[in-house]
């Protein structure tokens, strides 16, 4: 009778390990369902900040570039004295009329000044060069309206080769602040 007590309280402790195993297997289960979950909506937010990563680095190589060309702050460039410098760099200041400046404007930490510029019967080649030179400064230099027409016939333009331009040539600076 004695070893009836003895096997039935074998029996008993085994069956309590076997039961405290499998709560301990299940809890642990639910645990690391819990954290699997946790770990793939972690993996997809990594994605997700991966792909966003690359799409900035692709715009901010675009953008990257003209702000290194927009002049520092401080800098009182004016666009008058870069569009002289480019005609006599070209030779063809002498065909440099009238420079207008128009009202400067501010957005986004950035200032616009804007100047009016007339060519007075200039070759296409010329004008070609002035743009190119213009277009490619160092400095955020962008030609933002241009008129072109034949220049006057009683100045000399035979075979209507000499032209008259308009433009407006806008220089972008980084604001103060």
């Known amino acids: 009778m ?11 402790a085994a069956i309590a390990l076997i039961v405290i195993f499998a709560v301990l297997f299940a809890a642990t289960n639910i645990y690391l369902g819990k954290k699997k979950k946790v770990v793939l ?21 675009v953008i990257n570039p003209f702000k290194k060309r927009a002049s520092a702050t401080g800098q009182n460039l004016k666009t008058e004295r870069i569009l002289g410098d480019i005609g ?43 743009l190119y030179r213009v277009e490619g400064h160092r400095n955020m230099l962008m030609v933002k309206s241009f008129t072109l027409r034949p220049a006057g016939a009683g100045k000399g333009n035979a075979g209507g080769e000499l032209l008259d331009v308009m433009l407006s040539v806008e220089i972008i600076s980084k604001g103060r602040g």
């Open 88 to 130: 006599e760099t070209l030779g063809i200041k002498e065909k440099m009329g009238s420079f207008k400046t128009v009202a400067a404007g501010a957005a986004k930490g950035y200032i616009k000044n804007a100047t009016e510029l007339t060519l007075t019967g200039i070759s296409l080649n010329e004008l070609v060069n002035f």
């Open 41 to 61: 909506r972690k993996r997809a937010e990594l994605e997700v900040f991966s792909r966003l990563r690359a799409e900035y680095e692709g715009v901010s190589g």
């Open 2 to 12: 004695e070893l009836d007590i003895k096997e039935n309280r074998l029996f008993q």
